[in-house]
């Protein structure tokens, strides 16, 4: 049998930092974005009901698939076993990139002039 792979994706979006789980994550073919797929939620079955992943599940009720741009990105890893879903306060240093990696009206590169 196939293993099955789970990630865990940590980015950061308004303020708030979320850590999601998917099955799928890869590059996207669009420019300056990651592709995230199937994305795993706890058992709606559960006795005890966590508000946070509630809330998230909410926010991504209907989608098939979520682009995230790659400045927002804390950190993805490959996970033995899927955990909660949270949304929290981003807290400490968490800085983006100092620049865009593409700009059109620039050419794209090292040329300032």
């Known amino acids: 049998m ?6 865990r994706v940590i980015f950061h979006n308004q303020g708030k ?3 999601i789980y998917a099955r799928k994550v890869a590059d996207s073919g669009i420019l300056g974005f ?5 994305l795993i939620f706890g058992e709606r079955t559960q006795v005890v009901v ?6 998230l599940k909410g926010e991504f009720d209907g989608v098939k698939r979520t682009f995230i741009p790659m400045h927002a990105i804390i950190r993805i890893d490959e ?7 949270k949304i929290t306060d981003a807290e400490g240093n ?10 059109p009206d620039r050419g794209g590169g090292g040329d300032r002039s």
């Open 2 to 7: 196939a293993a099955r792979h789970i990630y």
């Open 17 to 19: 930092v979320y850590e």
């Open 34 to 38: 990651v592709q995230i797929e199937e």
């Open 50 to 55: 966590d508000p946070a992943e509630e809330r």
């Open 79 to 85: 996970v033995e076993k899927q955990g909660v879903a």
């Open 94 to 103: 968490i800085a983006q990139f100092p620049m865009p990696m593409y700009r």
